[in-house]
């Protein structure tokens, strides 16, 4: 077994106080956001979404934040994905924005909703074109023989919509994560980090600071 348990560092970028924290959460992760954003993170929209299959065993994946609001966050994908088919068992999921230079996390737990037609057509809309080529030629988390095969049929959309619009695949979608706990965590000198989680409690959102 490899050891590198002596990899580590002290966290002294900032602290989080409940003086200092807003009502509602989406304010705070809206700050954060921004603040990742002027910082030049690299995809500072990333998160990791966890779904769970019919075994109940966890899976992970890095997918883009596209849209929030108080109403929750936004992502698209496939359909027919390993993760819709998870979310269309068991619509809880968990999100998980690493902002590590920043010594800061923001998890979230919630309900995955998916979003209407006309919504997922307006952003498929805004997409580059290659992009929404691409959404047509992956069948995403089937097995495939070689990258070459994913190439050609790339090549093969590509040629077919070459002229016009590319029309929205009706496997494409998007949810709308509605979040029902969000917790921010901010690293602290000597491990004391500072962690604060809001719980929806009859549409109120209630403020309580966790242990590190």
């Given at each position: 077994m490899t050891d590198i348990s002596d990899i580590r560092r002290e966290y002294s970028k900032g602290g989080l106080r409940r003086e200092n924290l807003p009502d509602n959460p989406m304010a705070l992760f809206k700050q954060w956001l921004e603040q990742a954003k002027e910082a030049n993170l690299t995809d500072p929209t990333a998160m990791s979404v966890a779904t769970v299959?019919?075994?109940?065993?966890?899976?992970?994946?890095?997918?883009?934040?596209?849209?929030?609001?108080?109403?929750?966050?936004?992502?698209?994908?496939?359909?027919?994905?390993?993760?819709s088919q998870h979310i269309a068992l068991n619509s809880r999921v968990?999100?998980?924005?690493?902002?590590?230079?920043?010594?800061?996390?923001?998890?979230?737990?919630?309900?995955?909703?998916?979003?209407?037609?006309?919504?997922?057509?307006?952003?498929?809309?805004?997409?580059?074109?290659?992009?929404?080529?691409?959404?047509?030629?992956?069948?995403?988390s089937s097995k495939i023989s070689a990258r070459q095969a994913l190439v050609g049929k790339f090549n093969e959309m590509k040629a077919k919509f070459a002229e016009g619009e590319v029309p929205l695949p009706k496997f494409w979608g998007g949810y709308l994560v509605e979040p029902q706990s969000?917790?921010?965590?901010?690293?602290?000198?000597?491990?004391?980090?500072?962690?604060?989680?809001?719980?929806?409690?009859?549409?109120?959102?209630?403020?309580?600071?966790?242990?590190p």
């Open positions: 299959d019919e075994q109940g065993q966890p899976f992970q994946r890095i997918v883009l934040l596209k849209q929030f609001s108080d109403k929750g966050f936004v992502f698209f994908t496939n359909l027919e994905s390993r993760k968990s999100l998980l924005f690493p902002w590590n230079s920043l010594e800061r996390q923001v998890g979230v737990t919630g309900v995955a909703k998916p979003l209407s037609m006309l919504e997922v057509s307006r952003y498929f809309m805004s997409r580059p074109k290659d992009s929404q080529i691409a959404a047509w030629v992956s069948k995403q969000i917790e921010f965590w901010q690293g602290g000198e000597s491990r004391l980090h500072d962690r604060f989680i809001y719980q929806q409690q009859l549409g109120n959102w209630q403020i309580d600071r966790l242990a």
